[in-house]
């Protein structure tokens, strides 16, 4: 209780509070091919001391249900990873107030439904178990989870410098809890929580953002704006294409009308004139350009049908 009540306002009393063991992550490799160093366990060990528990690695104040006040990484004695080595575990103590909102909360952990977890950390490097170059830094071509040799692809997570959360969630990455992973220099990292966060600003919820998802966040602005400028580009060259054959094939229209009546189309829509333009202006060209070559063998008619 005494490590508890360095996270509380006043001293909770053992009744008043709900407290449970939960294994936040391991060294096996899982779903995604990946795999936390032992090292990097024990960076996590400090790290997620004081990390609140949400669902869904949804970040909204809403979602808040539990913190952990202690966490320890634990060797599992007589057991093996997938990979023959020593496992080893990060197991985390986290509390719950016992009250009327969190009732249903410490039923669903007490019957077993609420039980799989995924953390969200950040890892410096992410090494390729083939070649050992750095992923986003000295790209391999390894392929996650084929075999190369007798050797299996997969990466292993090092360095890791942050840890965000910790989520109740449905389907986890590891098999014996679940993780989330993110590379300071992965380009993979656009990120995988960019969504939620667009989510949550599209409903005007608030959203607290670290430095580093500061800086990824305006990377992603920038990207599409850039995407924007080329998209802008692409859309003037149809509407200036559109502009020229509209002027060969057809007559009445002005330059300033059509100018006007393609603000309102889409770019598929532009395309499709675009398509009907050209074929006309084509078909009306066309006779004159035969007429040219006949011609030639009758010098009486003086070409008169291109004389200005």
């Not at 008043?16 to 990946?34: G, K, Q, W």
């Not at 607290?208 to 998802?213: F, R």
């Not at 074929?279 to 200005?308: H, S, V, W, Y």
Request: hydrophobic letters at 35%; one cysteine or more; aromatic letters at 10%.
């Amino acid at each position: 209780m005494e490590l508890v009540n360095r996270y509380t306002r006043r001293a909770f009393a053992p009744d008043e509070v709900y407290i449970f063991s939960v294994v936040l992550c391991d060294n096996d490799v899982d779903r995604d091919f990946e795999r936390f160093t032992v090292e990097s366990l024990f960076q996590m060990e400090k790290l997620f001391v004081g990390k609140t528990g949400i669902y869904d690695h949804s970040p909204r104040a809403v979602n808040q249900t539990a913190r952990i006040f202690d966490c320890r990484v634990e060797a599992v004695e007589g057991r093996k990873t997938s990979l023959g080595d020593d496992y080893f575990r990060l197991v985390a103590k986290a509390y719950i107030p016992r009250c009327k909102s969190s009732e249903d909360v410490i039923m669903q952990i007490e019957s077993g439904i609420r039980k799989e977890v995924s953390v969200g950390v950040s890892a410096q490097r992410a090494v390729c178990s083939v070649c050992g170059s750095e992923k986003g830094k000295t790209p391999c071509g390894h392929i996650k989870g084929q075999m190369y040799a007798d050797t299996m692809c997969y990466f292993e997570l090092c360095d890791v410098t942050d840890a965000y959360e910790w989520s109740f969630v449905a389907v986890p990455a590891q098999r014996e809890a679940g993780v989330i992973k993110s590379f300071e220099k992965s380009p993979k990292k656009e990120f995988e929580g960019m969504n939620e966060i667009m989510k949550a600003l599209s409903h005007g919820d608030s959203v607290t953002l670290c430095v580093d998802e500061a800086k990824r966040l305006y990377e992603h602005i920038t990207t599409l704006q850039e995407k924007a400028r080329q998209g802008e580009a692409y859309r003037q060259e149809l509407e200036n294409d559109v502009l020229r054959y509209s002027m060969l094939s057809q007559e009445g229209i002005s330059r300033s009308t059509m100018e006007s009546a393609m603000k309102g189309l889409s770019v598929c829509e532009l395309k499709e004139f675009l398509t009907f333009y050209k074929k006309k202006a084509e078909q009306k060209l066309m006779p004159l350009t035969k007429k040219a070559c006949d011609n030639t063998q009758n010098k009486t008619a003086g070409n008169r049908e291109f004389k200005i």
